[in-house]
């Protein structure tokens, strides 16, 4: 069993229900802040540094603007505080101090790309199954849907 990193404070997925490393991107689901029923998919890709921010249907997050949303900083908040700023800094392949980075707001002046559209449902069907896995019951035994990778 891999056990997940003593994080420095409970992460906040009211907010962002899901934050993940994946496909070269740090990527997950943002809450909006006004509208509880609408959900936000971003993500900040490693090495060019673009970042894009929509629906979960597609449309496009109207403050994103050139620039990182509110939407991308909370992901790279919770980015920073599942992974730590380590292995999020490595991973997206930044030039900063991982000593000094107390927040993942701090990243964005290393993040040089810019707003370029990828399809929400590459990241929202991931949280999705993701889901599906939250609800099962805690278990040491192998799930039957899993049997499809054991040889
Ligand atoms: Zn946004």
Redesign the pocket.
């Given at each position: 069993m891999i056990r997940p990193r003593v994080l420095p404070r409970a992460r906040k997925v009211q907010k962002v229900p899901f934050v993940e490393l994946y496909a070269g991107r740090l990527q997950g689901v943002?809450s909006s802040g006004s509208d509880q029923d609408r959900v936000?998919v971003?993500y900040f890709e490693a090495g060019s540094g673009n970042f894009y921010?929509?629906t979960n249907n597609n449309r496009p997050?109207?403050?994103?603007r050139g620039s990182p949303?509110?939407?991308?900083v909370e992901l790279l908040n919770e980015g920073v505080l599942q992974y730590g700023a380590a292995r999020v800094i490595a991973y997206l392949g930044l030039q900063a101090e991982p000593d000094k980075v107390k927040s993942g707001g701090e990243l964005l002046r290393h993040i040089k790309g810019g707003p370029h559209k990828v399809e929400a449902g590459m990241v929202f069907s991931r949280f999705l199954t993701y889901l599906q896995y939250v609800s099962v019951a805690p278990t040491g035994v192998p799930l039957p849907d899993m049997a499809w990778f054991v040889r």
């Amino acid at each position: 069993m891999i056990r997940p990193r003593v994080l420095p404070r409970a992460r906040k997925v009211q907010k962002v229900p899901f934050v993940e490393l994946y496909a070269g991107r740090l990527q997950g689901v943002v809450s909006s802040g006004s509208d509880q029923d609408r959900v936000y998919v971003s993500y900040f890709e490693a090495g060019s540094g673009n970042f894009y921010c929509s629906t979960n249907n597609n449309r496009p997050c109207g403050g994103l603007r050139g620039s990182p949303c509110k939407h991308l900083v909370e992901l790279l908040n919770e980015g920073v505080l599942q992974y730590g700023a380590a292995r999020v800094i490595a991973y997206l392949g930044l030039q900063a101090e991982p000593d000094k980075v107390k927040s993942g707001g701090e990243l964005l002046r290393h993040i040089k790309g810019g707003p370029h559209k990828v399809e929400a449902g590459m990241v929202f069907s991931r949280f999705l199954t993701y889901l599906q896995y939250v609800s099962v019951a805690p278990t040491g035994v192998p799930l039957p849907d899993m049997a499809w990778f054991v040889r």
